[in-house]
Structures are given as C-alpha cells and as structure tokens.
C-alpha cells in the first residue's frame, strides 16, 4: 500500500514537471516571435518565369528574398531566404480584342527551415490590348520603314512597305503575353502583420 501511494505520489510529481516544461517551452516559443509591421517591403528575385500564356492562377512559384527581412533592428529572415507565392490572376490577350493581366502575391516565407505564412500586396501587371499592339506595330513598322527608305531616297515608299510589314505581323501574334522572367526583382509589401521567429 505504502509503496502504491509512493508510486502515485511520483506519477503527478513527473506529470507536474512535464506539464510545466511544456508551458515554459511556449511561454518561450511565444516570446521568440517578432511581428513584422503591415506595410514592410519585401523585395524578391523570381527563381522561375511567370507567363500569362502559360500559368494559370493558382500556379505556385519561388522566389528567393533579396537583402534581409528587418523587424525595427533585428534581422528576422535573412537575404536568399526563400519565398513562395501564387499567381492570382492571369488572363491572355485575345488575337484581336483583350489585355492580358498578371497579379502575383506571396503566401509564405521559410525561416529556420520552417514555413511561416505572409499576407503581401498583389504585384499587378497589364499588357496593353491587342488592338492597341497592333496600331502600335503598324505605326512602328510605318516608322521604320521611312527611315529605311530615307536613307535610300524615297520616304513614302519605305513607309508604305513598313506600313504593311508592320501589318502582318500584329495579325499573327495573338496579343501581347506577359512574361516576367526568372531573375527579375520584384516588390511587394506585407499587408498583414507577420509572425516570424526572432533571431
């Protein structure tokens, strides 16, 4: 009986300590956490392209974090860090009406090798309508044609060449696609709050 009591006695004594390992342990982990203010930049190289014809919204992407992440002076992701995101809409242009529009935002960053979700500011990007490219490319290829033929001594002939030139190529593209590239730096901005672990 003596030694069932002793043994109950020590069962809640170790049930104590774990309980209160594991409080202090989150106590800890709590005050391990930075917030990073709504409105901090972030910067951030594509480590893939993005292209209106080809991904569709809700394609992920990577980027990695271009100079560090600050909390007021304390470093809470460091530069090269790696970003995720989505794209959150994307339409192509059409062959002959449309604009092509690119929205791009991310949605968590990795620190400690661990995920932490983001909330940013959508990266926007709209192409100019396929009526308008293709003014712009009868225009610019009437431009060119005049200079061609100015330095050849009839000007209007070149530019009726380069008018029709100019032409044909805007009735084969099917309208101006956007494409950021991977490598290119682009900007976004917490819109949220962050939590982040301290360094």
Known sequence: MTQLLKFRQNAAATLLLCLCAATTTLVRAQQ??????AGTRLLVRMMESVETGRNRAGTLFTARLQGNLMAGNQIVARDGAIVHGRVSQSSSAGRVAGRSELQLELTDIMVNNSLFPIFSTDYSVSGGNSFGRSARRTLTGAGLGTAIGAIGGNAGRGAAIGAVGGGVGSMVSRG???????????????????SLPAP
């Open 32 to 37: 391990r956490m930075v917030t990073v203010p």
């Open 176 to 194: 101006e696609q956007i494409n950021v590239p991977a490598g290119t730096l682009l900007e976004f901005r917490l819109q949220q709050p962050a």
